[in-house]
């Protein structure tokens, strides 16, 4: 099995929900010396995307996503295996995410926080339908860099509002960015509320991420 003919096999057990699967090939990634990051992005994240996608179409439903999610996170704990001990170690900022409450939807935001994880981010992923005062508690606890709200419908978006100016009140802004994505949102929402990043993607998000972990640590 070559490179491409891995990449689509794995983005295909995860759409097929098959841990087993999809565990075996993140063996065989490693045994073939394949960057175990390349492997999550074009074929575990991939097979995320397209079960997000079907979800979306009423094609699957939340326990077979759910299912497609375990099988992936399995997948990245072998291949993690496989990054070197420095890059292990080395924590690139802490980041808190969410799904604003009211909001059940999280797939994007679960594979936000893989990737996150795979780049060296100590990652505090409160799930979906996340109370705003979780956030900000979570952020005090944590002394988090980033905190990323995620929101997939309009009457849940207002909540990335709500949560700007809750981390002011708990005189927390100063001292964290904010980071908002969703199906809904957009990056004229984002500079509406004074967020400070916006991203489409899980990739983007990443990018994003990482460029304002790398300020804040000047």
Request: hydrophobic fraction near 45%; proline fraction near 2%.
């Amino acid at each position: 099995m070559n490179e491409q003919e891995l990449m689509e096999a794995a983005a295909a057990a995860i759409v097929a929900a098959d841990e087993e699967k999809a565990v075996d090939l993140a063996r065989q990634a490693l045994e073939l010396g394949l960057d175990p990051v390349k492997v999550i992005n074009l074929g575990y994240s991939e097979g995320m995307k397209q079960v997000g996608d079907l979800f979306e179409r009423g094609q699957v439903f939340l326990p077979e996503v759910i299912i497609a999610s375990e099988a992936m996170v399995a997948a990245v704990d072998i291949l993690e295996e496989g990054l070197p001990e420095a890059e292990k170690e080395k924590t690139a900022g802490i980041a808190v995410l969410g799904t604003i409450e009211g909001d059940v939807h999280d797939i994007g935001k679960g594979i936000v926080a893989t990737l996150l994880r795979v780049y060296g981010f100590e990652v505090h992923d409160l799930g979906r339908d996340v109370p705003l005062d979780d956030f900000v508690a979570k952020v005090k606890e944590t002394g988090a860099h980033i905190v990323g709200s995620s929101a997939l419908m309009t009457t849940t978006m207002v909540g990335q509002r709500t949560l700007e100016q809750k981390l002011k009140d708990a005189g927390l802004r100063d001292k964290v960015k904010t980071m908002v994505g969703g199906a809904v949102v957009t990056q004229h929402w984002a500079d509406k509320i004074g967020a400070d990043g916006y991203a489409e993607d899980a990739q983007e998000a990443v990018q994003k991420a990482i460029e304002i972990a790398e300020t804040m640590r000047g």
